[in-house]
């Protein structure tokens, strides 16, 4: 999110977080403070292999609450950056059972997993993985669930069961370019999710 009316809009959907990538190579990447920032949901970081001042800087200028690394970064990283008071969301790109050998590691580190569709690139492919695969992560660090969410899958979302599963990324399923969000379509998204969950 980067567009002030925007970001303002989004907020009144029910959304509980709201992400700010600060990834120079995206098409979503923020470069400068928008004139509003969301106060209604947490504010989430989200960096690509980036040096840890750098995003303890940005999470100082946005008062972001917590950071989502979708790079090679270490467990160590993680830990300085938890220390700071932020909540850490650790990426992973899932495509096979073994993309999950490296969870352990991170396992009492992060506070979330996020799983998303393994792509060439850093995130943002649109494209959904085989959710079954997530049937073999035992461990006990709450996950999201991200790659090609959108309206048409909702059915097959809510089929979805694991007692670690906490929640949705939306991104791609809902622009109307990049870093603008359909407000109409994710607020009714939400709100027939939540409606079938309870």
Known sequence: MRVPENIRAIEQTGTNWMGFIFFPRSTRYVASRPAYLPEQCRRIGVFVNEKTELILSKAKEFGLHGIQLHGKETPEQCLILKSKGLEIVKTFSISHPNNMKAIGDYEG?????????????????????????????????????????????????LQFKHQQWAGIDLNSGFEIAPGVKDDKAIHTFIKQFKQKIQ
């Open 109 to 157: 580190i992060c506070d979330y997993l996020l799983f998303d569709t393994a792509c060439s690139g850093y995130g943002g492919s649109g494209q959904i993985f085989n959710w079954n695969i997530l049937q073999a992560y035992q461990g006990n660090t709450p996950f999201l669930l991200s790659g090609g969410i959108c309206p048409a899958i909702l059915p097959d979302l």
